[in-house]
């Protein structure tokens, strides 16, 4: 089981935040919109240890570019890392078509991100009905079952997507 201390994260997040539940948390940006970001456990493709990450807009406003709001989520994501077996799964929401634009922002806030050297991300897109899906997986680099998990994720893609 994973804890985020919300404590640890307000010593270093730029935006104050509030602990909603478990590894739930949210924030409210200097232009008024509110976020919540958590980690659920996600036993899709393997048995434990895998949370699927989340970013939601609450306010339901177009968010204006805010470096805050990155430097905030990526301090939630370090304090999910201090720990050093869970996985994190990213899945990009498909509602408004927009997936493979959350999937390059994600990925451009990955490889800026100023330890990415300490982390494997891994990703993937798999068709579902028509409907193509952008997921990601991070884990550190020192992961105990480090290369068993990237190659359960590959499997589990290829075997359910349809091509």
């Known amino acids: 089981m994973v804890h985020i201390s919300v404590d640890a994260v307000n010593l270093r997040s730029t935006y104050k935040v509030k602990q909603e539940s478990d590894n739930v948390f949210s924030f409210k940006t200097k232009h008024g919109i509110v976020y919540t970001v958590g980690f659920v456990a996600d036993v899709s493709f393997f048995d434990e240890g895998v949370y699927q ?10 968010s204006r570019a805010d470096k805050e709001v990155f430097e905030t989520v990526r301090v939630i994501i370090e304090e999910f890392f ?53 997921s990601s997986i991070i884990l550190r680099k020192d992961h105990p079952m480090h290369n068993k998990v990237l190659s359960t994720f590959h499997d589990f893609i290829v075997e359910h997507s349809q091509r």
């Open 82 to 134: 201090a720990q050093r077996e869970p996985v994190m799964l990213y899945i990009c929401d498909t509602t408004d078509k927009r997936q493979a634009s959350r999937d390059r922002l994600f990925r451009i806030w990955f490889h800026t991100y100023i330890m990415n050297d300490a982390y494997s991300m891994y990703s993937e897109q798999m068709t579902i009905d028509n409907v193509r899906y952008f």
């Open 53 to 62: 990450f989340f970013i939601i807009n609450e306010s339901g406003h177009t």
